[in-house]
Structures are given as structure tokens and as C-alpha cells.
């Protein structure tokens, strides 16, 4: 690449991902095709309670298929509009979203949360803000940051590649308020707690609480999937499903796969009991991880439970060094 290329490249990227500049046709990481995909299939929105709705994807990993859909954004209708949690993995997907919730309510979003950085929670911001320029996208700021410092373009190369560039056109569009957890909003008749419990799957991993209608959004921190644990803490996510516990909610919706009431929040728990009681005590006695992987899988909870989750036998290897370098840092 000639060097005037170059450092017009690098304007681009960066100039898309601030601001009102991400309304500007910026592609970034799309190889410059200044074309969107095709629009997104829609999806029929799942009632949970008066209040909360989500979009369960079918899927538990991005495809040509399925356009990249493979998380669940959710709504909560509220008297004075509509409160969005993550938005997908594309603009196509937040566009759905938006046409979605028109055939439920006729009230306008009003913010969206984004729990944490991975792009399946965030990308589709891009469709809320080119709606509403003003928009409130609320997230912790170290999900800014993340985005804003290369994992933004992570993603959208991940989604391009898993979706057959399914997701062309999208612009990194990173939140633009932050919250620390610990606030509580009121939106009229609603109101929203926000929780911030440490790292879990991520280090600024927001939970989601819908006070009124005993419902929690806990993002990626609960999950009957194994995917990716390379940002998040065993110890941590122990520590938060004991908090979303102690929430006392009738539903928790997570990120992937379907909602349901406090026993996701204790499958995970144990899930991450198991594998990390495990790697503490096989480390101590120098097996290495995958000399302890077979171990661990003949736990009775990994063979009735977990081992039928979508992940497990490609991934769970993965989840066991994890915790050993976790069991390692720990030590010292
Ligand atoms: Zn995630």
C-alpha cells in the first residue's frame, strides 16, 4: 500500500467511529464497499412479561445464514418509550430491531443499553443513531474504550468473515453515555437498575434490571453456551450469579439461548464451580490443562448438564485454560 493510501485508510477508520461522523457513508473494515448487505429476515420478538420483550436467536453462532444473528437483543416498553438492551452484531440487524418493536408499540426508543463490548451487543448501534442522531447509548466506559481501541474493527471483521460479509455498510458506532453501575433510571411508569458486579465475562459486564416486572437482562454473564471466556474471571462470574441471585427475578434473559427463571443464574454458577474448583486443585497437583480436561468432563454435572449446551465439544477445552491461567494469576 503507497503511503498517501495508507494514511487515508487510517483517517477513514478513525473518522468513522466518533460521534455524528458515523453518519457520514464511512465503511470501515467493509473493503471499502460503499453498499449495505442484504436487510436482515425479521424476527418475532418474545413476550416475557407486559414490560420486557427479547428476539431469540435461533442460532448460538454468526453464519451466512443467519446474517450474524446469534445474540438476543431485548426492549423494555416503558410509558415514556422504549428502552433497547444490545442491538446485534450489524446495521441490518438493528434495523430489524427497529421494525420489530413498531409491531408491538407505537412509542419511540427513547436509549439503548449496551452491556459490554463484543460486537454481537453493539454493532447494530449503528441503526439507532442513523434513526436519532441524539440518541442516548448508555455502557461502561471501559466498553467505549474497547471499542473505540481496535475492537470495533475486530468485530466487524469477525462478523464480515463469519457472515459471508453479511453485515456490509456497518459503522462502528460506540455508546456515548456512561454509566458505572449502581444507577437507577426512571422512565415514567419504569424502573431500570443498573449493576455493575466486577469482571464476569467482561470487566464492565452491565446487568440490566426491570424492577417492576421481576425481570433481569444479564447480558453475556449467564449462558447455557460455551463460547468465549477469554475476557471474563470464573471467580467473577461465580460472584455475579450469586448477586443476580439475590435480585430475586422471576426471569432472567441472557444473551444467547432461551430465557428463563434463577436456574440459569444457577447452572452457570455451578458450571464455573466445577471447571475452576477443578483447575485449582489438578494444578496443585501439576497436571497440565489438557491433562485435566478429561477429568473435568467426567464431572456429573458436565456429563448430564452442560455437555449438551451448544459449544461444548469444540470449545470447552478452551474454558479449562482459561481457568487455569486465571488459577495461576491467582496464585501470585
Ligand atoms: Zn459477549
Given at each position: ?203 464492565c459486564d452491565l446487568i440490566v434490571e426491570v424492577v417492576e416486572d421481576k425481570v433481569a437482562f444479564l447480558g453475556d454473564t449467564a449462558m447455557r453456551r460455551v463460547a468465549n471466556m477469554a475476557d471474563g474471571s470464573f471467580p467473577g462470574t461465580i460472584e455475579a ?90 496464585m501470585f
Amino acid at each position: 500500500m503507497k503511503r498517501r493510501e495508507l494514511i487515508k485508510t487510517a483517517f477513514g477508520l478513525s473518522a468513522g467511529l466518533v460521534g455524528m461522523s458515523a453518519l457520514k457513508p464511512l465503511y470501515a473494515n467493509t473493503g471499502g464497499m460503499e453498499f449495505r448487505a442484504e436487510p436482515m429476515y425479521d424476527v418475532t420478538p418474545t413476550k416475557v412479561t407486559d414490560k420486557t420483550y427479547y428476539f431469540l436467536a435461533k442460532d448460538p453462532e454468526p453464519s451466512p445464514d443467519n446474517h450474524a444473528f446469534f445474540n438476543n437483543p431485548g426492549f423494555i416498553i416503558t410509558s415514556e418509550g422504549v428502552v433497547v438492551i444490545d442491538t446485534g452484531s450489524s446495521v441490518q440487524i438493528g434495523e430489524m430491531v427497529l421494525r420489530q418493536i413498531k409491531t408491538v408499540t407505537d412509542k419511540p426508543v427513547i436509549a439503548v443499553i449496551n452491556t459490554h463490548y463484543h460486537g454481537d451487543h453493539f454493532l447494530g448501534n449503528h441503526a439507532f443513531i442513523e434513526q436519532n442522531p441524539k440518541l442516548d447509548i448508555f455502557s461502561h466506559q471501559a466498553t467505549i474504550d474497547n471499542i473505540k481501541n481496535g475492537g470495533g474493527e475486530f468485530w466487524v471483521g469477525f462478523m464480515q468473515r463469519s457472515s459471508n460479509n453479511g453485515i456490509s455498510g456497518t459503522v462502528i458506532t460506540p455508546p456515548n453515555k456512561t454509566v458505572n453501575g449502581g444507577e437507577t433510571m426512571k422512565f415514567g411508569d419504569t424502573t431500570i437498575k443498573i449493576h455493575q458486579w466486577g469482571t464476569a465475562h467482561t470487566e464492565c459486564d452491565l446487568i440490566v434490571e426491570v424492577v417492576e416486572d421481576k425481570v433481569a437482562f444479564l447480558g453475556d454473564t449467564a449462558m447455557r453456551r460455551v463460547a468465549n471466556m477469554a475476557d471474563g474471571s470464573f471467580p467473577g462470574t461465580i460472584e455475579a450469579m450469586k448477586k443476580a441471585k439475590a435480585l430475586n427475578c422471576d426471569y432472567y434473559i441472557v444473551g444467547h439461548g432461551p430465557h428463563d427463571n434463577v436456574s440459569v443464574c444457577e447452572d452457570m454458577q455451578k458450571f464455573c464451580e466445577v471447571i475452576y474448583g477443578d483447575a485449582t486443585k489438578y494444578y496443585d497437583e501439576g497436571l497440565s490443562d489438557f491433562e485435566m480436561k478429561p477429568k473435568i468432563m467426567q464431572q456429573p454435572f458436565m456429563k448430564d448438564v452442560a455437555s449438551s449446551w451448544p459449544g461444548y465439544e469444540h470449545t470447552i477445552g478452551k474454558f479449562i485454560a482459561v481457568a487455569v491461567a486465571e488459577v495461576e494469576k491467582n496464585m501470585f
